[in-house]
């Protein structure tokens, strides 16, 4: 199952340069192990804002809740879900 998922990042802008430049490292890495798995398929940089995009693939959307709150950011995140469908067009 597909799912369109939008975050922003809420980080206080009073984290300490260390913390925040540890869990943007951290982020990234979990992020690769995501898309090694197979569950992280797109991801996109939103302009201007500390926002992504991304096309997740999952079993189901507890799966997808598994996936995201493993992120380090997670504590932090505002998330927005979309579950996706196949157009009829693309059968």
């Known amino acids: 199952m597909e799912f369109l998922v939008r975050t922003e990042n809420r980080l206080p802008a009073d ?7 540890q869990l943007r490292k951290a982020e990234r890495e979990r992020a690769m192990e995501l898309r090694a798995d197979g569950v992280l398929k797109r991801l996109w940089r ?3 804002r500390n926002a992504t995009i991304g096309l997740y693939e999952a079993e189901d959307p507890a799966a997808l809740h598994d ?5 380090p950011m997670w504590p ?3 998330v927005t ?3 996706l469908a196949t157009h ?4």
């Open 76 to 78: 932090w995140m505002d």
């Open 46 to 48: 939103v302009p201007g």
């Open 81 to 83: 879900v979309e579950p």
């Open 67 to 71: 996936a995201l709150t493993s992120l």
């Open 88 to 91: 009829p067009q693309e059968r």
């Open 15 to 21: 984290t300490p340069g260390q913390t925040r430049d």
